[in-house]
T-cell receptor, first 118, second 111 residues
Framework: DADVTQTPRNRITKTGKRIMLECSQT?????MYWYRQDPGLGLRLIYY???????NKGEISDGYSVSRQAQAKFSLSLESAIPNQTALYFC?????????????????FGPGTRLTVL | LAKTTQPISMDSYEGQEVNITCSHN???????ITWYQQFPSQGPRFIIQ???TKVTNEVASLFIPADRKSSTLSLPRVSLSDTAVYYC????????????FGKGTRLHILP
């Protein structure tokens, strides 16, 4: 089974609808992240959470909200979807790790959710 | 966090060694340089990380000069399956490290 799962994998919705994207992880990591990817723009950070009680805005949080229901679950909501939120959304997890292992704060990504807002 | 600059795209041929350079002039003392690889419609995957000098693993080598203002990812003898986007980013060694990805380098391997 995959360590980081995202549901749904694909979603088509209409302008104004409320949408929730869910992320679950079995890696036992405290840190979780939501990214958005648009063609030619790389990945942009929407929100991140370092533990259940810690939620922080990223580069592009406007129009989005998140909920950290448990260590293993981090959900992203679009309260009123608009067409320019059409994108590929990725969830990721990490632990600080050890510098000596050469993988400090390595992030593990889910398979992505392709969202289309009509 | 260190702002990184890397080429938008590169082409190479199968069997060649590919070097992708990343500039990070404002790198901080406790920043690590990390590279990720992303295939189409997949999430990025960690490749390699270093602080200074040279790091090598089964996938790549990472060269960081003494001034740490740049780094070079080296992929030995690439194949078509190495076609991907490669991201260079700074990862700060503290609790507030949220990690910022840029646009990456789109590497296209030709037969």
């Amino acid at each position: 089974d995959a360590d980081v799962t995202q549901t749904p994998r694909n979603r088509i919705t209409k302008t104004g609808k409320r949408i929730m994207l869910e992320c679950s992880q079995t890696k036992g990591h405290d840190r979780m992240y939501w990214y958005r990817q648009d063609p030619g723009l790389g990945l942009r950070l929407i929100y991140y959470s370092f533990d259940v009680k810690d939620i922080n805005k990223g580069e592009i949080s406007d129009g989005y909200s998140v909920s950290r229901q448990a260590q293993a679950k981090f959900s992203l909501s679009l309260e009123s979807a608009i067409p320019n939120q059409t994108a590929l959304y990725f969830c990721a997890t990490s632990e600080p790790g050890l510098a000596e292992t050469g993988s400090y704060n390595e992030q593990f990504f889910g398979p992505g959710t392709r969202l289309t807002v009509l | 966090l260190a702002k990184t600059t890397q080429p938008i795209s590169m082409d190479s041929y199968e069997g060649q060694e590919v070097n992708i350079t990343c500039s990070h002039n404002n790198i901080a003392t406790n920043d690590y340089i990390t590279w990720y690889q992303q295939f189409p419609s997949q999430g990025p995957r960690f490749i390699i990380q270093g602080y200074k000098t040279k790091v090598t693993n089964e996938v790549a080598s990472l060269f960081i000069p003494a001034d740490r203002k740049s780094s070079t990812l080296s992929l030995p003898r690439v194949s078509l399956s190495d076609t991907a986007v490669y991201y260079c980013l700074g990862s700060r060694g503290n609790r507030d490290d949220k990690i910022i990805f840029g646009k990456g380098t789109r590497l296209h391997i030709l037969p």
